[in-house]
Every structure is written in C-alpha cells, then in structure tokens.
C-alpha cells in the first residue's frame, strides 16, 4: 500500500488548512486512518483518526480538539485533515498512517510527509 500526502503548506496563525492523503495498491480493506505529526525538534505525535468501512468514528489529541476534523471518502481511501484556527504550535511535518487488511493480516504503512509551518 502507498500513501500520497498533500496539502501542506506555509500559512499565518488563525487561518485554515486541509491535508489529504490517498491510499492505493493492493488491499482488502482498511481498518482505520490516521494523521499523525513530528514537530521540530520532537517525537512523532498522534492527531487523530477514523475507522474504515462505515463506522467513521473519530478520535482526536487534546490539542487539535475543537479546530481538526479528519472525514474520508471510502471510495477514494482518501483520509483529509481539516485544520482551522491554526496556532504556531502546530508546526510540524504530517504524516498519513492507515490500517489495511491483506493477506488474512491487519498491516500498517506511512505516507511520506508533508510540512505544515505557521507563523504567529
């Protein structure tokens, strides 16, 4: 499975923006989506997530509750990020994780990146 990041982008402190990442490759179906993130300086961190299929429960930090919405469209397997009121503390480099069933196997795989930077 492959996962192709974009969005990302340099923007000011209060504004929006949306990530969107796509899955592609050989699969059976996918369990769960999530964005995680790597500020500079720091560990990898979790942002939020939502399960396959039609469930589409959510899940999301402390930090972005209130100002990120992750959503899906099943028949992309694309996962979005939509974030608003940004703060400069949320600076950092993005990364798509999915969930996906193959093979009688639930497996992992990570998108490349993509850097969010905001300025105050």
């Known amino acids: 499975v492959q996962l192709q990041a974009s969005g990302g982008g340099s923007v000011q402190a209060g504004e929006s923006l949306r990530l969107s990442c796509a899955a592609s490759?050989?699969?059976?179906?996918?369990?769960?989506m999530a964005w995680y993130r790597q500020p500079p300086g720091q560990q990898r961190e979790f942002v939020a997530t939502?399960?396959?299929?039609?469930?589409?429960?959510?899940r999301y930090a402390d930090s972005v509750k209130g100002r990120f919405t992750i959503s899906k469209e099943n028949a992309k397997n694309t996962v979005y990020l939509q974030m608003d009121n940004v703060k400069h503390e949320d600076t950092a480099v993005y990364f798509c994780?999915?969930?996906?069933?193959?093979?009688?196997?639930?497996?992992?795989?990570w998108g490349q990146g993509t850097q969010v930077t905001v300025s105050s």
């Open positions: 994780n999915v969930f996906y069933y193959k093979d009688g196997l639930t497996r992992a795989a």
């Open positions: 490759g050989n699969f059976e179906s996918i369990n769960a």
């Open positions: 939502i399960s396959g299929g039609n469930d589409g429960t959510t």
